[in-house]
Nanobody, 128 residues
Framework: QVQLVESGGGSVQAGDSLRLSCAAS????????MGWFRQAPGKEREFVAG????????LYLDSVKGRFTISMNDAKNTVYVQMNSLKPEDTAVYYC?????????????????????WGQGTQVTVSS
């Protein structure tokens, strides 16, 4: 059974940094895609960043490019997102999610429906 457990959220000031972690367990993750999504109150869940477990390809939401960095530690089955220069508009619940629909796909999809496994979410609050 796949389990995704996020950690690292919190309340910070604008300009601060946070690192979110997603510890994955329950199966081999080779060829799959790990994504980070976020959902602010009253808004739809949106893709933030994704990484291919094999090969380390990455994709980012335009508004976080240059501020967020997604990475992984294969030995620990953990994916991270380093978030720098945080802004109030980054405030949301952040979720990690796993896409195993097509293994070794060359595409990192940004649609939440592609991702069959989700963590419980971690709150990030950025105040001005």
């Amino acid at each position: 059974q796949v389990q995704l457990v996020e950690s690292g959220g919190g309340s910070v000031q604008a300009g601060d940094s946070l690192r979110l972690s997603c510890a994955a367990s329950g199966r081999s993750f080779s060829g799959s895609i790990m994504g980070w999504f976020r959902q602010a109150p009253g808004k739809e869940r949106e893709f933030v960043a994704g990484i291919s477990w094999t090969g380390g390809r990455t994709l980012y939401l335009d508004s976080v490019k240059g501020r967020f960095t997604i990475s992984m530690n294969d030995a620990k089955n953990t994916v991270y997102v380093q978030m720098n220069s945080l802004k109030p508009e980054d405030t949301a619940v952040y979720y990690c999610a796993l896409d195993t629909t097509i293994l070794y796909s060359s595409t990192i999809y940004t649609t939440a429906a592609r991702y069959g496994y989700w963590g419980q979410g971690t709150q990030v609050t950025v105040s001005s």
